[in-house]
C-alpha cells in the first residue's frame, strides 16, 4: 500500500500526506482566492491556421481580500494582453507571467490585481490569445475526413482538463459558470456550442450563444463544420452533416421520448433543449455529454437503434453531472457510476428488463477483466490520492463498479426509497459540486440512518476505498445472454449446427456475448466457418465488430485481418479500435504488424485515441 504518495502534478513535488478531498489538484487556480461567475468569449476559427484567435473576459469575485494575485489555467495558449476592470470603468493592463509548462497540467497563468483595484471586490479580467498548434482539446479535420468530404470540420473536447487548451480559465469543475460566445467562421459553415443554438440560425459566419445554467469548465463545448439540423421532437433534434442526417434522425428517433422519460424519472430536466450533434468518426469518444448537445459518435448508427444506451447515458448527465457535478476528477465515480446507473434505468423502461439485463451483464464481465489489469488502489471508486492525467481514469471502476454501488443501494432499500433519495439528491445539490465524502455524509443522513439495519456506512465505505467487490455486491444477471453462451458451447462440442442458432436474429448484446463465450481453443476453420455463418467481420454493428476484432487478434485468424484492419480505418472511437491493436500487440506474434496498422491509420484518429494506443505498442508508455 501507498502510504505517501506523490502527487503528479507540477506545482509540487513533495510527498503530501494530507490530502484534502476538496482541493483539485487537476488545476492550478486559485479558488479559494478568486472565483469566476461568468465567461465572454470572442474567438475567430481559423481553419488555414487551425487555430481559435481572440479574447476570453472573465467576470471574477475576490473571496480573500488580502488576495492581489490571480492564478488560472491554460496549455499552450500565446496570450498576447491581459487587462482588468471595474464593472463599467474602462480596462487597464495587467502584469501577467505564463509559468513552466507541467506535461499534464499545462501552465499556469499569475496575473497581478494592478494597485487601484487592490479594493475591488469584483472585475473584470480580459485575455487576448490564440491557442497553440497542439491544442489538446481541438480536432482540426480536414474534408476527407469528414462525411461530405468537401468542408473541414473542427471540434472540441473539453473533459477532463482540456478546456484551458482553448480558453485561459480556472479549469476545474469547482467552479461554476455562465457564458456568452461570439464565434467568427467561413460563412459557409456553421457553429454549435454547449448553449443555446437555435436550429433556425441563418449561416452568416458570425454565430451568438448564450449559457444561461452555470456549468463546470469542462462542459464548454464548440464544433464548426458543414452541419445541419432535424428536429426529433418539440425539444430535441440533431446536427450533423447532411450526408448523415436521415440517417441520424432515424436512429436518434426517440431521444424525444427519452428526454420525457428521464424528466419524469429524475426530476425537472433544467436546461432547455437537448440536441445531439453527430461528429465524423474520429470523435473519441461514445458521447460528451456537453450541455443543452451532447456530442455523439457516429459509430452508434447501427440503423436499428441497438446502441442509443449511449444516448439515454448522455441525456442521464443532465442530472448526474451537469447538475450535481464531481467536485474533482478524482470523484469522477460520482459522474459516471451514476449516470450508467440511471442510464439502465432509463433503458428498463424504454426497452424492457431484458436489455438491460444484457448491458448489465456485459458491463460486470469488462469490470471483472479490468480487475485483472488494474492495481488494487486504483481498484477503489475514490483512490486515497489523485495522480496520473484524469484522462487515464480507471473508467471500468467509474462506471461499472460505481453503476454496481448503487444498484447495491436500490437493492438494499427498495426502488421506491432509493428512488426518493435520489431525487432529493439531485435537488439538494442542483448546480453544485460534490465530493466523495460530502456523498457518504449526505448517504448516511438521509438514507443509512433513517433506514437503520440495511446497509451500513462502513459496507459503503469499503466501495467507496477497497480494491475489488464485496462479497455482496450485486451480480447482474441474464437469461438471455446465458442461453447465447451455453449455445456457443454446443456448437463447439458438436451438439447444435450455426443454422440452428439464429444469433443475427438476437439483440447484438446476445451477439457479443456469444463471440465473447467462445472456448480458447477454436481451429481457423471453426472461425471461418462462423465467420461466414454470421458475417461478424462485414457487421455494420460497432459493438460486434469490436468485440469479433479483438477475438480474432487474440487468436491470430489471419484469414480475417484485411477486414480487422478496414475496422481500424472506419472507426475512430477509442474504445471501438484501441483494444483491437492491444490484442494484437499482445497476442505474441503481432506488434509490428499493428504498430504498421496504427501507422496507416493514425492520421484519421484524435490526439487521446492516438495517446491511448501508444501506450500499447510503444514500449514503457504505460
Ligand atoms: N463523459 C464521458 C466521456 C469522458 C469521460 C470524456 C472521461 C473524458 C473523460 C461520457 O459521458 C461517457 O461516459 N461516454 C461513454 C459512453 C458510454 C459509457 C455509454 C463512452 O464514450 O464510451
Ligand atoms: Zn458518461
Given at each position: 500500500?501507498?502510504a505517501?504518495a ?5 506545482c ?7 490530502y484534502d478531498p ?10 479559494e482566492?478568486f472565483?469566476t ?7 475567430t ?12 473576459i472573465?467576470?471574477m ?11 488560472l489555467d491554460s496549455?499552450?495558449?500565446d496570450?498576447?494582453g ?6 463599467d470603468s474602462?480596462?487597464v ?10 506535461p499534464?497540467?499545462?501552465s499556469?497563468?499569475t496575473?497581478?490585481l494592478?494597485?487601484?483595484?487592490e479594493?475591488a471586490?469584483s472585475?473584470?479580467v ?5 491557442t497553440g498548434?497542439d491544442?489538446?482539446?481541438?480536432q482540426?479535420?480536414?474534408?476527407e ?6 468542408q473541414?470540420f ?7 482538463i482540456h478546456a484551458r487548451?482553448?480558453v485561459?480559465?480556472q479549469?476545474?469543475?469547482a467552479?461554476r459558470?455562465t457564458?456568452?460566445?461570439?464565434i467568427?467562421t467561413?460563412s459557409?459553415?456553421?457553429a454549435?456550442?454547449?448553449a443555446?443554438?437555435?436550429?433556425l ?5 458570425e454565430?451568438?450563444?448564450e ?14 463544420g ?6 426529433l421532437g ?12 436521415d440517417?441520424?434522425?432515424f ?9 420525457d ?6 426530476g425537472p430536466?433544467?436546461?432547455g433543449?437537448?440536441?445531439l450533434l453527430v461528429l465524423?468518426?474520429?470523435?473519441p469518444?461514445?458521447?460528451m ?9 457516429p459509430?452508434?448508427?447501427a ?6 444506451s449511449?444516448?439515454a ?6 442530472w448526474?453531472?451537469n447538475l450535481?457535478?464531481n ?8 459522474n459516471e ?6 442510464e439502465?434505468r432509463l433503458?428498463?423502461?424504454?426497452y ?10 456485459l ?6 477483466l ?8 486504483r481498484q477503489?471508486l ?9 484522462d ?5 471502476i467509474?462506471y ?13 432499500f427498495g426502488?421506491?426509497?432509493?428512488d426518493?433519495f435520489?431525487a ?8 453544485q ?7 457518504l ?6 438514507l ?6 440495511k446497509?451500513?456506512r ?9 480494491p ?10 441474464s437469461?438471455?445472454l446465458d ?9 463447439t ?8 442458432i439464429?444469433?443475427a436474429e438476437w439483440?447484438?448484446q446476445?451477439?457479443?456475448h ?12 471453426q472461425l471461418?466457418?462462423l ?7 462485414d457487421t455494420?454493428?460497432?459493438?460486434i ?11 491470430q485468424?489471419?484469414p ?10 472506419r ?10 491493436y ?5 497476442n505474441g506474434?503481432d506488434?509490428?504488424?499493428a504498430?504498421?496498422?496504427f501507422?496507416n491509420a ?14 500499447f505498442?510503444?514500449?514503457?508508455t504505460?
Amino acid at each position: 500500500m501507498i502510504a505517501i504518495a506523490f502527487l503528479a502534478t507540477g506545482c509540487s513535488k513533495e510527498p503530501v500526506e494530507v490530502y484534502d478531498p476538496a482541493h483539485d489538484y487537476f488545476s492550478f487556480a486559485n479558488t479559494e482566492q478568486f472565483i469566476t461567475r461568468h465567461l465572454e468569449l470572442d474567438l475567430t476559427v481559423d481553419f488555414d491556421k487551425e487555430q481559435l484567435r481572440g479574447s476570453a473576459i472573465l467576470h471574477m469575485e475576490r473571496l480573500d481580500p488580502l488576495a492581489t494575485e490571480i492564478i488560472l489555467d491554460s496549455r499552450g495558449l500565446d496570450i498576447s494582453g491581459v487587462s482588468i476592470s471595474l464593472a463599467d470603468s474602462p480596462m487597464v493592463p495587467a502584469e501577467f507571467q505564463v509559468g513552466e509548462e507541467d506535461p499534464v497540467l499545462g501552465s499556469p497563468v499569475t496575473i497581478e490585481l494592478p494597485a487601484d483595484l487592490e479594493i475591488a471586490s469584483s472585475f473584470m479580467v480580459r485575455l487576448e490569445y490564440a491557442t497553440g498548434p497542439d491544442a489538446s482539446a481541438l480536432q482540426w479535420l480536414p474534408p476527407e475526413l469528414t462525411a461530405g468530404g468537401k468542408q473541414p470540420f473542427m471540434f472540441t473536447q473539453s473533459q477532463a482538463i482540456h478546456a484551458r487548451s482553448w480558453v485561459p480559465l480556472q479549469d476545474t469543475p469547482a467552479v461554476r459558470i455562465t457564458y456568452k460566445a461570439v464565434i467568427h467562421t467561413p460563412s459557409n459553415l456553421l457553429a454549435v456550442m454547449s448553449a443555446n443554438n437555435n436550429p433556425l440560425t441563418p449561416r452568416s459566419g458570425e454565430y451568438e450563444f448564450e449559457m444561461p445554467q452555470p456549468i463546470p469548465s469542462y462542459l464548454l463545448a464548440l464544433a464548426v463544420g458543414n452541419i445541419f439540423f432535424a428536429p426529433l421532437g418539440e425539444q430535441t433534434g440533431v446536427y450533423t452533416e447532411p450526408e448523415v442526417l436521415d440517417a441520424s434522425a432515424f436512429e436518434f428517433a426517440n431521444t424525444q421520448d427519452m428526454l420525457d422519460t428521464a424528466a419524469e424519472m429524475f426530476g425537472p430536466y433544467q436546461w432547455g433543449r437537448y440536441d445531439l450533434l453527430v461528429l465524423p468518426p474520429s470523435f473519441p469518444y461514445g458521447g460528451m455529454e456537453n450541455p443543452r448537445l451532447s456530442f455523439i459518435t457516429p459509430s452508434l448508427l447501427a440503423g436499428d437503434h441497438s446502441l442509443v444506451s449511449v444516448i439515454a447515458h448522455e441525456l442521464a448527465h443532465s442530472w448526474s453531472g451537469n447538475l450535481v457535478t464531481n467536485r474533482t476528477w478524482r470523484d469522477g465515480w460520482l459522474n459516471e457510476g451514476m449516470t450508467n446507473y440511471l442510464e439502465s434505468r432509463l433503458m428498463e423502461v424504454l426497452y424492457g428488463k431484458e436489455r438491460v439485463d444484457e448491458e448489465n451483464v456485459l458491463g460486470y464481465k469488462e469490470l471483472l477483466l479490468n480487475f485483472d489489469r488494474i492495481i488494487p488502489e486504483r481498484q477503489a471508486l475514490a483512490p486515497p490520492f489523485p495522480s496520473g492525467d484524469p484522462d487515464d481514469f480507471q473508467g471500468t471502476i467509474h462506471y461499472h463498479k460505481g453503476q454496481l454501488l448503487l444498484q447495491y443501494l436500490e437493492n438494499g432499500f427498495g426502488r421506491e426509497i432509493f428512488d426518493e433519495f435520489l431525487a432529493s439528491y439531485f435537488d439538494d445539490f442542483a448546480f453544485q459540486t460534490i465530493t466523495t465524502e460530502r456523498f457518504l455524509d449526505y448517504l448516511d443522513e438521509n438514507l443509512l440512518k433513517v433506514h437503520e439495519g440495511k446497509i451500513s456506512r462502513e459496507q459503503v465505505e469499503q466501495w467507496l476505498y477497497k480494491p475489488g467487490l464485496p462479497d455482496d455486491a450485486p451480480k447482474p444477471h441474464s437469461e438471455s445472454l446465458d442461453r447465447a453462451a451455453a449455445l456457443a458451447i454446443a456448437w463447439t462440442q458438436g451438439e447444435v449446427q450455426l443454422d440452428e442458432i439464429p444469433v443475427a436474429e438476437w439483440s447484438p448484446q446476445a451477439a457479443v456475448h456469444f463471440i465473447n463465450s467462445l472456448p480458447a481453443s477454436l481451429s481457423e476453420e471453426q472461425l471461418n466457418e462462423l465467420d461466414s455463418a454470421y458475417g461478424f467481420s462485414d457487421t455494420r454493428n460497432a459493438e460486434i465488430g469490436r468485440t469479433w476484432f479483438i477475438q480474432v487478434a487474440e487468436r491470430q485468424h489471419r484469414p480475417a485481418y484485411e477486414k480487422l484492419e478496414q475496422h481500424l480505418n472506419r472507426y475512430g472511437r477509442t474504445r471501438l479500435v484501441a483494444p483491437v491493436y492491444r490484442a494484437l500487440a499482445e497476442n505474441g506474434s503481432d506488434l509490428e504488424l499493428a504498430r504498421e496498422m496504427f501507422t496507416n491509420a493514425r492520421a484519421s484518429y484524435h490526439p487521446i485515441t492516438i495517446a491511448k494506443i501508444n501506450t500499447f505498442l510503444l514500449p514503457g508508455t504505460e
